[in-house]
């Protein structure tokens, strides 16, 4: 379960960030994962909840933004969406010349803090 050390992480970036200014408490974090991350949604919450006891985080909002997996068939020229980041195939065209747009990696985009 690699969500456990993906949240460690998260949390130490939102601490790190927190003692930048006078924070009682961060209240939010809005998270964007990639569309082939590989992570479970609810595993994250799950560890997200665990890992910020008795921190400043505790009882921290975890808001998940999920990337489609957006890209760009060449050979028949059509956004299209992959359903799986092992099968780069065009669904329309059965292609192969494809530019991904998505990515693999999870990005805190915001926290809120009193």
């Known amino acids: 379960m690699h969500e456990i050390t993906l949240c460690q992480n998260a949390l130490e970036i939102m601490l790190q960030q927190a003692a930048k200014h006078p924070v009682k408490k961060i209240t939010a974090v809005w ?7 590989c992570v479970e949604p609810e595993a994250l919450h799950f560890c997200f909840d665990m890992v910020c006891r008795e921190t400043l985080a505790e009882g921290c909002q975890l808001h998940l933004i ?3 997996a957006h890209s760009w068939c060449h050979d028949c020229q059509k956004n299209i969406e992959l359903m799986n980041p092992s099968v780069l195939l065009c669904p329309q065209c059965g292609g192969r010349n494809l530019r991904i ?3 693999n990696g ?3 985009k915001r926290l809120e803090i009193e």
Do not use: K, N, P, R
Request: zero cysteines.
């Open 101 to 103: 747009d998505a990515d």
């Open 66 to 68: 999920v990337q489609d």
């Open 31 to 37: 998270i964007e994962l990639g569309a082939f991350s």
């Open 106 to 108: 999870m990005t805190i």
